[in-house]
Each structure stands twice: as C-alpha cells, then as structure tokens.
C-alpha cells in the first residue's frame, strides 16, 4: 500500500482487503514470497486502520466535550 493509496482508499475497503488477505493466508497453499508480500500489505492495511479508528475515537472525545453533557469514552478490549 504506497503512501497515494492511503489517502485513496476508504476504512471500509481497507478492511475489507485485510480481510481477502488474511483468507488468502489462511487457505496455506500460497507461495513464500506471495505470502510475505500479502503479510507485509495485510500489516499496512491494519496500520492503516488503526490510525483511522484513533482519529475518529479522539474526534468523538472532542465532539463529547464540546457538548458538556457526556464523559470522554474508551474503547474497552476483551
């Protein structure tokens, strides 16, 4: 994923070649060098999404404060 495709491509499609990326991996029958490729772009593309969901989690924070009315929120992991 080179830099121009980032700001391209939306959280959705990120996703959503993540996820053809991990069924690829998972079936086995891919070669060496194919799958270090697809693992390398599968670890952008989770970068990538990361980033994105950090962004909008603070942009939320921001939105909830302004209001007055509610408490900054935390993604809680299981």
Do not use: H, R, W
């Amino acid at each position: 994923m080179s830099e121009d495709n980032k700001k391209d491509i939306s959280f959705e499609d990120a996703v959503e070649k993540l996820e053809t990326i991990v069924e690829k991996l998972e079936e086995g029958d891919v070669p060496l060098e194919k799958a270090i490729e697809y693992y390398q772009e599968g670890m952008k593309l989770s970068k990538f999404c990361n980033d994105k969901l950090t962004k909008v989690e603070k942009q939320m924070e921001q939105i909830l404060n302004e209001q007055g009315e509610f408490e900054p929120f935390s993604i809680q992991e299981d």
